[in-house]
C-alpha cells in the first residue's frame, strides 16, 4: 500500500538504471511508473520485475503491480520525473516533456556525463531540473531481471521532493545524498567513467580487465590526461572514493598484487559487471563516448590543452560501433594511447 502524500515518481527510461531503481524504490512503498522501449515493456508483461544485488538482495515484482508503458503521456501524473535514457535519447525526453507537465514537477537526470540535466533544462525552462549521479553498476540478465553489480550510491542536487523520498531510497537500498556541489560530483564520476570505453573494447568483464595491469595504466593515461585539463579549466573534481583523485593514477599502475591489495573496493565487482557502454556495443546502439570523454576533448579545447589519449580512445569506440574491433588486449590498448601521446 502506498502512501498518496508522497510524491510519485515516473522513470523515463526504464532500462538498467531505471528499471533497477524504480523498482527498489516500488518495492519500498513509492507508486511508480516506468516509460520505456518495446522490448522491455514485452519482458515486465511477461515476467514482471526481478531486481538482484551483489549482496544477495532478491526482489520480485509481480506483472499485476507494475505500470509500465511506451506512451510519453503518462509522466504527465508524476511529481518526480528520474531520467535515465541514455545520452542520447536525452534531447528527445526534454522535447517530449515540454508542454506536457506542470512546472513544479521535479526533473532528475540520473545520467552519466556533464551536460544531460543542462539539454533537458533547454526545453522545460519552468520546472527545477535536477542533475543526479548513480556510482553503481546494473546489467540486464534478460525476462526482466536486473542485477546491480557493485556497491555505490546515488547523489542529486537538493530539492524537497526528493528530501520527502530519502527514507524511501534508503529502504530500497538505494543511499541517495542531496549535495550542492554536483558539478563537481559530474566531474568525479566522468574520471570514472573513463573505463567506460576500455571496458567496451577489452570485451571482457570489468573485473577481469581492472584485474590487468595494462588496461589500468591505459585508464590512468586517461585520468592523467583529463585531470591536467581539469586543473587548466580551474574544475576540482568532488573527492568520490577513499584515494584523492590525483593518486588514482599511480594506484592503478601499481602491479597487479599491489592493486589487489591496495583497491579491494575497485575490485568488489560482481564478475559478470560491465560497463554500460559495453552493453550499448553489444546492442549494436550508438555509445555515449561523445558525453564522456568527448567533454574531455571539448573542455581541453576550450582552455588550449591536449587530450589526444581520450581523442584516440573515442576514434577506437567509433570504430567499434561501426563493427570493428572490440576485443582489444591492454597492451593494445595502451600502445594505441601512447602512440597518440608522442605524436606530434
Ligand atoms: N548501466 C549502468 O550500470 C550505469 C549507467 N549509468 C548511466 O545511466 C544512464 C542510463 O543507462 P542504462 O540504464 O545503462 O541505459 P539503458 O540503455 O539500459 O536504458 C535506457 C532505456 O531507455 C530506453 N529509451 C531510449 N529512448 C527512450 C525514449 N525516448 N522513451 C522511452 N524509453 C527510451 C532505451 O530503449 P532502447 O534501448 O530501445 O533505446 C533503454 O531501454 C546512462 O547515462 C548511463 O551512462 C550510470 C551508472 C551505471
Ligand atoms: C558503474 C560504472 C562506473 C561502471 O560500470 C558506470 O557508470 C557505467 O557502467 O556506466
Redesign the pocket.
Known amino acids: 500500500m502506498t502512501n498518496p502524500a508522497l510524491p510519485k515518481v515516473c522513470i523515463y527510461g526504464a532500462g538498467s538504471i531505471g528499471a533497477y531503481v524504480g523498482g527498489r524504490l516500488q518495492a519500498a512503498g513509492v507508486e511508480v511508473s516506468f516509460i520505456g522501449r518495446e522490448r522491455i515493456a514485452r519482458q515486465v508483461a511477461e515476467h514482471g520485475l526481478h531486481l538482484t544485488d551483489w549482496q544477495g538482495a532478491d526482489i520480485h515484482l509481480p506483472v499485476d503491480t507494475i505500470r509500465f508503458t511506451t506512451e510519453d503521456a503518462s509522466a504527465t501524473e508524476a511529481d518526480v520525473i528520474i531520467v535515465a535514457v541514455k545520452s542520447a535519447a536525452t534531447d528527445e525526453v526534454g522535447k517530449a516533456l515540454r508542454g506536457r507537465i506542470n512546472s513544479d514537477v521535479a526533473v532528475v537526470s540520473l545520467q552519466?556525463g556533464i551536460g544531460n540535466a543542462r539539454t533537458l533544462a533547454k526545453h522545460l525552462p519552468d520546472n527545477p531540473v535536477l542533475t543526479g549521479m548513480?556510482?553503481?553498476?546494473v546489467l540486464q540478465r534478460g525476462n526482466g531481471h536486473f542485477h546491480a553489480g557493485?556497491e555505490?550510491e546515488l547523489m542529486c542536487d537538493p530539492h524537497p521532493r526528493l528530501e520527502a523520498l530519502l527514507d524511501y531510497f534508503q529502504a530500497g537500498d538505494l543511499p541517495l545524498e542531496l549535495r550542492p556541489d554536483m558539478h563537481a560530483v559530474q566531474w568525479a564520476?566522468l574520471l570514472?567513467?573513463l573505463?567506460?570505453p576500455l571496458?567496451a573494447l577489452s570485451g571482457i568483464p570489468?573485473h577481469d580487465e581492472l584485474s590487468q595491469r595494462d588496461y589500468r595504466r591505459s585508464l590512468a593515461l586517461l585520468i592523467d590526461e583529463s585531470l591536467s585539463v581539469l586543473k587548466r579549466s580551474e574544475i576540482r573534481p568532488a573527492k568520490l572514493m577513499p584515494v584523492p583523485m590525483s593518486l588514482l593514477p599511480w594506484v592503478l599502475r601499481t602491479p597487479d598484487w599491489l592493486f589487489a591489495r591496495l583497491a579491494k573496493q575497485m575490485l568488489a565487482i560482481d564478475p559478470l559487471?560491465?560497463?554500460?557502454?559495453w552493453e550499448d556495443l553489444e546492442a549494436g546502439r550508438v555509445t555515449e563516448i561523445d558525453w564522456i570523454n568527448g567533454e574531455v576533448v571539448r573542455q581541453a579545447q576550450k582552455v588550449g590543452a591536449s587530450a589526444a589519449a581520450n581523442l584516440r580512445v573515442i576514434e577506437l569506440v567509433k570504430a567499434a560501433e561501426k563493427g570493428g574491433k572490440r576485443d582489444w588486449s591492454g597492451a593494445e590498448l595502451l600502445s594505441e594511447l601512447k602512440r597518440a601521446l608522442a605524436a606530434p
Open positions: 552519466n548513480i556510482s553503481f553498476n557493485t555505490g564520476k570514472m567513467n573505463n567506460n571496458n570489468l559487471a560491465r560497463s554500460s557502454m
